[in-house]
């Protein structure tokens, strides 16, 4: 049977066979570290739960609207009003997942052989998006020196006839670094008026405690944001996200969505009901703050052990880290300390090329003490050389 | 902004426009009686639920594989081997409803400009997923004098070289038909020499006591099988689906599935565990049974006051009725029937345009008893001419 020439172009994700390795160690008595996922370790807490529960306990699971709950889009609304921002409901488009959300906007925004400026490293299904449509990616390659994100220059040199818009993420998987507000604000003026912007900020909520802003929608109602319920909110199985779209878009989406999904899932979004909720809220605040406090734990470690990190990041749970100061790849590394010292990592290779091998990522979702315990096999894995 | 030429292509689904005025003859305090909607009337069953409320109560809520959790494959697996089909678990993939089958296979098949034989009249969504991947749909005219299901020869007349495959469904939405055995088996034999056959098989269990086949599979392995939980398992709000592959597809479909949606809801697939016990597939029988009196009620109960069902439906839920003997077209009854009578029905321009102004398609997602009340309604709106 002949397949779609698509396929060929998707790349392996590495960490895929990272965690197959780490299945089988595991499989055989051995107990693996997981820093390889993007996956709050934390368990839903217990609003969502009790919300997503009773919905299924009275039945409350039948299609709702393509575009989500009207109370759900309404609550959502609140939150950004919450930020000082101003956002429309009917703008607001529950999703499944951070992922239904790139769907609809690829298929609402690309043409076949169009293309969309992305940053290496990035988030890396972006491209299969893309190429999912009949487009392409073009790749921006942005350096620890630039904090890991572009300068409008970045994206003006590149946009050519080919380019209908730009899809950033602030912050950043898998660097968690965010778009300064005085260069995003120039990207947002120079890049809406030549095409659309996409801003994914799915790591939103997990920032610090006093961030630039708090989402690119308080510097202007043009750009498109890509959110989901996964990372701050911590629903990951449960596939629920949101995008915001110009009112332009409403109509285009809204068929899209009736099409590609008939509706997220009712019971995700009636527990998400409950994500925004006093005592929710006050938990996955709690949340974020442990999120933070392990970065920096994990940063100070890395770099008493020689190892970099060259842009601290501003939000997300993950460290970009400069391994190079091991003599090894990333790819070399990161396979040892799973192999031998049951540490499983992303290598750079899965978010792009641009100095790939240079980086492992670590996604903070392990305790302090289990960090200590990393940073001491690490030492083990450097001393070895 | 500038929008994807795709969005000019999906026609709006008179459906939701049905739904809409009934929601405001509803917010007026009137009752409406909703046969419009795909979606079965009865509440998800009780093993169902319980076990889909466990896994949340238990934090079962992660992502899981791309593909689906193991035991929900072999399970699956399972349920084919009860219909005597061996299918490797690996060969079946758990997916967002059937709507992310579609997507994946219009992804892992289509090129953008290829085409897909469906049927007109058919699920009209099939044409949005082909669009999508910048592919488009070749459509083949289906009348009730074959039972509207295409022979053979019908889609070998439009096989040219554009043409990668073809979509078909048995039963088919919206008419309830399956394709006979020996047709299907010279439409597999001679389509999966020339490209790819997919029979999309929603409304597989809701069939009638003796169907002549229980999937395509029976036949050959090399069709792709498209499934939901939707229907016969009656999990619509869940959004949970699968499809079978052939073994050269897993890899790449798998990685598809990893970079469009990361994984299928967790909830849902634990809830789905379920769907197969003894105690819920005898309440999904009996519910098959209810779904094949009310459309056999409904059919008789039209044929009475002179509206034919040309083409008796071998399974779904769906009645096809032709209305051309009232003197109204389908969309000027179906409006009628809706602002006079308080019926709500989809008329035959959602699915397609082939004689699409004689068709109104009744969902027998309602008793009897409220069917007898409808058919008083009708007869009252045929009386007035």
Chains 1, 2 share one sequence.
Not at 17 to 29: K, N, Y
Not at 153 to 182: F, H
């Amino acid at each position: 049977m002949k397949r779609a020439d698509r396929l060929s172009t998707i790349k392996p994700f590495r960490v895929m066979e990272i965690m197959e390795r780490a299945a089988q160690l595991e499989a055989s008595g051995r107990s693996v570290i997981h820093m390889e996922v993007g996956e709050p370790d934390f368990a839903v807490c217990k609003e969502i739960s009790s919300a997503g529960a009773d919905a299924i306990n009275r039945g409350d699971t039948k299609y709702t609207s393509a575009t989500g709950l009207p109370e759900l889009r309404r609550t959502i609304s609140d939150y950004y009003l919450g930020f000082g921002i101003e956002v429309n409901p009917d703008q607001i488009v529950v999703t499944s997942g951070g992922s239904g959300g790139l769907l609809l906007l690829a298929a609402a925004l690309l043409n076949p052989s169009e293309r969309v400026l992305v940053t290496d490293p990035g988030y890396p299904c972006n491209e299969v998006f893309a190429e999912t449509v009949g487009a392409h990616v073009k790749r921006i390659p942005v350096y620890a020196e630039s904090h890991f994100q572009p300068h409008w220059q970045d994206l003006e040199s590149r946009w050519d006839d080919s380019v209908r818009g730009a899809l950033l993420a602030s912050p950043s998987n898998p660097t968690g670094t965010m778009i300064r507000r005085r260069e995003l604000q120039t990207i947002v003026d120079e890049a809406c008026d030549r095409g659309f912007l996409i801003v994914d900020e799915i790591y939103q909520g997990l920032v610090g405690d006093q961030p630039e802003y708090r989402s690119v929608l308080s510097l202007s109602s043009a750009p498109i944001v890509l959110q989901s319920f996964s990372k701050y909110f911590g629903m990951t199985g449960w596939r629920l996200g949101w995008i915001v779209i110009p009112e332009d878009l409403i109509d285009g989406v809204r068929k899209l969505a009736q099409n590609l999904f008939i509706s997220p899932s009712t019971i995700a979004q009636r527990a998400a009901m409950a994500a925004f909720t006093v005592d929710a809220m006050a938990e996955h605040e709690r949340r974020r703050k442990i999120f933070r406090e392990r970065a920096s734990h994990l940063q100070r470690g890395l770099e008493r052990l020689g190892l970099a990190v060259p842009a601290t990041p501003d939000g997300a749970f993950y460290l970009y880290v400069d391994v190079s100061a091991s003599g090894m790849t990333a790819s070399r590394l990161s396979r040892r300390l799973l192999d031998e010292y049951l540490v499983a990592t992303t290598p750079g290779l899965d978010f792009g090329e641009v100095n790939a091998e240079r980086y492992l990522r670590f996604a903070c979702t392990v305790d302090v003490e289990v960090m200590d315990q990393v940073l001491e096999r690490i030492a083990h894995a450097l001393a070895q050389g």
